[in-house]
């Protein structure tokens, strides 16, 4: 991944069904956060990260608990790929 191409990178954001800003990083671990930042735009994924605050508040949730963290996960995935209504 080179630093300089990512900046004001494009891709088609999976979220928004358009052509968006692309993220700088890959926001998460593994084969998920590769196709985060393949198929999410940056303006998505911050979507999701205020979306995940209040999740994680309003359930009381810890994320040092595995559970908790493959809930938050999975939230994450329907939020992301599966959301048909844009917020």
């Known amino acids: 991944m080179n630093k300089k191409n990512d900046i004001n990178r494009k891709i088609f954001c999976n979220f928004f069904k358009k052509y968006e800003e692309g ?8 084969l998920l956060g590769h196709k985060i930042y393949n198929e ?3 303006l998505a994924w911050n979507k999701w990260i205020l979306q995940q605050t209040i999740i994680i508040n309003e359930k009381k949730m810890n994320m040092l608990n595995k559970n ?16 048909k209504q844009q917020l």
Not at 68 to 83: A, G, R, T, V
């Open 40 to 42: 999410i735009s940056k």
């Open 23 to 30: 993220l700088t990083y890959i926001p998460y671990p593994g």
């Open 68 to 83: 908790d963290q493959k809930k938050i996960e999975n939230y994450m995935i329907k939020f992301l790929f599966k959301n």
